[in-house]
């Protein structure tokens, strides 16, 4: 098995990735590392834990999921809520987000992050929610802008305005994903530039960037292609508008090669 490339030290990190534990655990300077929660919050033993265990004990630790449903009509799923306290409670992460979206029905999981409209309504819906996870979690919690394909004639805010105000109403902190906001940008025909010039740096605790699809006539966030050079412009911007904070590169095909995601860690850290 080759040895990685050297790893240049800053505030870019990875996400934690089964076929990738040999690689991290011969580098002892990953400067942050991002364990998927729902990949190990339910495990109760096994290789997995003790990979993520072991890796976690050696680096500071941000948690992201995908399985809340922050924005669901529906009654919150407070067992949820609970196991990722307990889970969180044993790594004491810096970050822990999941993203500003719905995801399912009672009957239907899609999947998927599907937006939602921008109005005072699901403001209302979304803060109410948050609540009730941070005063579970008894800690922050963080929200991340998503990529979208559709909007909503409904909406009154931009997401990022929307963001900033759950902020102001909650106490809750944003994960900007420059990728997403690059991809939304396109697909809807605005400025990203704009858009990261109307978040409040103050909410801001983490980002992430990482590579997309290019198709027939729109973007798609697919986190299986190296990071483009468009969305490097973008992300050096944003650290120069809202400074730094930690960073996690996004590539999510576990045939990756470890080599290209600590180049893109090492082109970040050269930022």
Same mark, same amino acid.
């Given at each position: 098995m080759n040895s !990685? &490339? !050297?790893l240049k030290s800053g505030i870019f990190g990875a996400g934690l990735r089964a076929a990738h534990y040999s690689f991290w655990h011969k580098i002892p300077d990953l400067p942050y590392l991002e364990i998927m929660a729902d990949n190990y919050m339910f495990l109760k033993g096994g290789p997995a834990l003790y990979h993520m265990h072991s890796l976690a004990e050696? %680096? =500071? #630790? $941000?948690?992201?999921? #995908?399985? &809340? +449903?922050? @924005? %669901? /009509?529906?009654?919150? +799923?407070?067992?949820?809520?609970? /196991? &990722?306290?307990?889970?969180?409670?044993? &790594?004491?992460p810096l970050v822990i987000s999941d993203h500003l979206c719905f995801t399912a029905s009672p009957t239907h999981n899609s999947f998927d992050l599907l937006p939602i409209p921008y109005t005072k309504e699901t403001m209302s819906l979304i803060c109410d929610h948050v609540n009730i996870v941070q005063d579970i979690l008894k800690r922050q919690f963080s929200l991340e802008n998503i990529s979208s394909y559709v909007s909503y004639k409904e909406s009154t805010y931009s997401e990022i305005e929307f963001l900033n105000e759950v902020? =102001?109403? %909650?106490?809750?902190?944003?994960?900007?994903? #420059?990728?997403?906001?690059? $991809?939304? @940008?396109k697909n809807h025909s605005y400025d990203p530039y704009a858009e990261i010039k109307k978040v409040n740096p103050i909410y801001v605790n983490q980002y992430h960037i990482a590579g997309h699809s290019v198709l027939n006539d729109h973007l798609f966030d697919t986190h299986d292609h190296l990071i483009c050079q468009e969305v490097w412009n973008l992300m050096k911007w944003a650290l120069k508008h809202i400074g730094k904070r930690p960073a996690i590169i996004e590539r999510d095909d576990d045939s990756a090669p470890i080599d290209e995601i600590i180049n893109e860690i090492n082109m970040g850290n050269n930022l």
């Open positions: !990685p &490339l !050297p050696r %680096t =500071q #630790v $941000v948690i992201h999921g #995908v399985g &809340l +449903n922050i @924005a %669901t /009509a529906y009654s919150l +799923n407070e067992e949820y809520c609970y /196991a &990722l306290r307990e889970f969180c409670n044993t &790594l004491n902020c =102001q109403k %909650t106490g809750c902190g944003v994960l900007l994903d #420059v990728n997403n906001i690059y $991809v939304s @940008a």
